[in-house]
């Protein structure tokens, strides 16, 4: 996920003060502009949570840098699956001739046939990671208009130029587009590295695994803040990008998207921020040291004579370091980020399953608060693997297991509900399974007979809101709108007669 630019603007943002905002602007939000912040959009109107704000179809896209071979229509990876085709028209590979009519080809295969530039020869060359900035120069050339909204989009060029992404710039992009592919007298250097950066700050990934980035003009407008009240969605088949309100965002309150996974404690998404967007988030969350009590990446101390103060890096002026509520144990972040690497390989790696991580949850609690990222990203995989991992499907739970799924569901939701609140996709998986343990464990109670009908009927009521909120979520995020149909046509209609028949 790649959306725009940092807190502070650069020269482009600068000069696009003067240019007319309307261009980023509809019936529910404008565009404004800052010196601190650059160009933004902000609600016109009450929009209500779950509005679709934008939907706007890609300016330009294509593969990322250092892409190697691919399909030069859908972007396919053509190492795991041989291209089958050429493009008729400029004898790039393609997956099927299909991919030959794909509008993202379209500029860059007139430019192959007028310049007669052949693909590279080798299937592992990363000369195609430089199609995708190629096509947003090819604006320049043919579609002036569309080339002045790209063209003033920001790119933070002298942040960049001091890091290491230059150089990988000017070997992966500039030599390929200027040198081998004779375009020097076409493109200066400046305007091939200033559509780097426009890639880099502004861009979308899109496709399955973002495998390519793209452009959304309006979209790249959003602020960055680590509780949003927006977010975006792409559908894979067209590639367009929709914004959906989260929350009820007020006429004059400026619209927010999260450019990190705010799912991660403030160091990682501070780090993450900095090296893909070139800023430093000073929101709300960022500036609290136990992330608005949510206590997000607090680790519990671990001296000797202590074990029971809070680990808190207390501010940006702290250098780095860790303090201890109860004791004078300090740790710099380099050692806490040593610790947190140790635990988060462990999770991406080495728990297979519900035991596994269960155990894991056990072994942390003397190093991490309960909510902090790492644990809860455990207790997030629980709450799905109970109800679906061998020996632990739905109907296998004992009601023990059934009740353990419920409790890590509440504790997921908790922390939600303070850092990314709304109709997050996120929300709506847990809200998912969390009926799913309500409706078994009322439904083994109906059973054993040790609780009253009416008592039951209450509880599966909630479960019933639940279940409609969840589908609520995912009707509004293409990828999980099958989900919602399904869930309509079965477990809907299925809890309904249920809650029907206890009378």
Not at 144 to 157: A, D, G, I, R
Not at 254 to 271: A, E, H, P
Not at 316 to 326: A, L, V
Request: with cysteine; glycine share 6%; charged share 25%.
């Amino acid at each position: 996920m790649g959306k725009k630019r940092g807190n502070k603007k650069g020269p482009a943002a600068a000069a696009a003060t003067n240019q007319n905002l309307k261009y980023f602007e509809s019936d529910l939000f404008q565009c404004d502009y800052s010196p601190i912040c650059g160009r933004f959009l902000k609600a016109k109107v009450d929009i209500k949570k779950g509005t679709l704000i934008l939907k706007e179809k890609p300016l330009v896209a294509g593969p990322k840098v250092l892409s190697t071979a691919l399909c030069v229509g859908c972007h396919a990876d053509t190492l795991k699956t041989p291209a089958k085709s050429k493009c008729t028209k400029c004898g790039w590979p393609m997956c099927t001739s299909r991919c030959e009519d794909s509008p993202f080809h379209k500029l860059d295969c007139r430019l192959f046939r007028e310049k007669k530039i052949d693909h590279p020869a080798e299937i592992i060359s990363t000369d195609y990671g430089a199609i995708g900035i190629l096509r947003g120069l090819l604006l320049k050339l043919y579609q002036p208009q569309e080339w002045k909204v790209f063209s003033s989009l920001e790119h933070n060029n002298e942040i960049r130029k001091k890091l290491p992404i230059w150089l990988e710039n000017e070997k992966y992009v500039g030599k390929v587009i200027r040198e081998k592919w004779g375009l020097s007298e076409t493109f200066s250097e400046e305007e091939v590295y200033s559509a780097c950066g426009v890639y880099e700050v502004n861009g979308f990934e899109i496709g399955d695994f973002s495998k390519f980035g793209a452009i959304f003009p309006k979209a790249s407008m959003i602020a960055h803040d680590c509780i949003p009240n927006a977010a975006h969605y792409v559908n894979e088949d067209d590639s367009t990008l929709e914004i959906h309100a989260l929350l009820d965002i007020p006429a004059g309150t400026n619209i927010t998207m999260c450019y990190d996974c705010s799912l991660k404690g403030t160091n990682v998404r501070q780090r993450t921020l900095f090296k893909t967007k070139y800023f430093t988030c000073k929101c709300t969350r960022c500036m609290s040291p136990t992330e608005l009590g949510s206590n997000f990446s607090t680790l519990i101390c671990t001296a000797n004579n202590c074990k029971k103060g809070q680990l808190l890096k207390k501010t940006e002026d702290d250098e780095g370091i860790w303090k201890c509520s109860r004791c004078p144990f300090t740790m710099t972040d380099e050692a806490v980020d040593k610790l947190l690497g140790k635990y988060q390989a462990t999770v991406n790696k080495s728990l297979p399953n519900v035991k596994a991580q269960e155990e894991f949850l056990q072994e942390c609690k003397s190093v991490f608060h309960p909510n902090h990222y790492i644990p809860l990203e455990v207790k997030f995989n629980l709450c799905m693997a109970y109800g679906r991992e061998n020996g632990y499907k739905l109907h296998e739970l004992s009601q023990q297991e059934a009740y353990r799924k419920l409790e890590l569901c509440h504790e997921v939701l908790k922390a939600l509900d303070l850092l990314t609140p709304g109709m997050t996709v996120v929300r709506g998986n847990i809200l998912y399974e969390l009926q799913a343990a309500e409706v078994l464990i009322c439904r083994n109670l109906l059973e054993s007979g040790k609780c009253s009908k009416a008592l039951i009927k209450r509880r599966v009521q909630n479960a019933l809101k639940t279940l409609v909120e969840a589908i609520q979520i995912f009707e509004i995020c293409d990828p999980m709108k099958m989900l919602a149909e399904n869930a309509k046509a079965t477990t809907l209609i299925e809890l309904k007669g249920w809650l029907n028949s206890l009378k």
